[in-house]
């Protein structure tokens, strides 16, 4: 069940850049500022990762080590995306990138945290392929 389009994949060459974009789907009444949204990737042969996550007061972030200082998360309420920009890619990470939300609805102080555990995001995009090679 893909509730959310995610874009910007492709292929790039080694120390290049995209930006992924996650909108909700057109049939969703999805509310960005109602729901952490999370990024996650997924390589061949490997488990599900945790990338970056917003929370949905947009107000904390929080980046996989192996992505910090490459990758920054952003949002745009007035078009409900939520942008991954990835910066000096490695073939380390080529993978399928998926966005999920995760329903922190205000008020409580929840909307201030986001998690990169899987299990807590209800709603996932179909995945965009990232492949990062020379």
């Known amino acids: 069940q893909s509730q959310f389009v995610e874009s910007g994949g492709g292929l790039v060459q080694p120390g290049g850049s995209l930006r992924l974009s996650c909108t909700a789907s057109t049939a969703s009444t999805f509310t960005l500022d109602y729901f952490a949204i999370g990024w996650f990737r997924q390589a061949p042969g490997k488990e599900r990762e945790a990338v970056s996550c917003i929370s949905s007061s947009g107000g904390s972030t929080n980046y996989a080590d192996s992505v910090k200082g490459r990758f920054t998360i952003s949002r745009d309420i007035s078009k409900n995306t939520v942008y991954l920009q990835m910066n000096s890619l490695q073939p380390e990470d080529t993978a399928v990138y998926y966005c999920?939300?995760?329903?922190?609805?205000?008020?409580?102080?929840?909307?201030?945290?986001?998690?990169?555990?899987?299990?807590?995001?209800?709603?996932w995009g179909q995945g965009t392929q990232v492949t990062v090679s020379s």
């Open positions: 999920a939300a995760d329903f922190r609805p205000p008020p409580g102080l929840s909307i201030h945290h986001c998690v990169f555990t899987a299990t807590e995001y209800d709603y």
